[in-house]
């Protein structure tokens, strides 16, 4: 049974960081590319990070502020978020990329897994 259990969400201040996690059981974690995204109230998701056949991706939003990396020992995948502002507040998934399909303007995911997501709430 494939799980993907996020934490680490918290409420922060502005120009704090966080570092989210990702644990993933039932399927080979090196073997497969993950994302976070996140979901802001109101809003549809929206990509923040990937990787993506061992290459690290970044939207431009989050480029230079937050890192994506993975553990595969650990079958964890970690989103540190540093600089934080007001509109990085939404909710963050991990996903199991399942389809890439590139695009003139980039890469496009489809997810077939999905974790429960961990709430980021970026506040004074």
């Known amino acids: 049974q494939v799980q993907l259990v996020e934490s680490g969400g918290a409420m922060v201040q502005p120009g704090g960081s966080l570092r989210l996690s990702c644990a993933v059981s039932g399927f080979t974690f090196s073997d497969d590319d993950m994302a976070w995204v996140r979901q802001a109230p109101g809003k549809g998701p929206e990509w923040v990070s990937a990787i993506n056949i061992g290459q690290k991706v970044y939207a431009d939003s989050v480029k230079g502020r937050f890192t994506i990396s993975s553990d595969n020992a650990e079958n964890s995948m970690y989103l540190q978020m540093n600089k934080l502002k007001p509109e990085n507040t939404a909710r963050y998934y991990c996903?199991?990329?399942?389809?890439?399909?590139?695009?003139?303007?980039?890469?496009?995911?489809?997810?077939?897994?999905w974790g429960q997501g961990t709430q980021v709430t970026v506040s004074s």
């Open positions: 996903a199991k990329i399942a389809v890439v399909t590139t695009t003139p303007i980039g890469d496009e995911y489809q997810y077939d897994y």
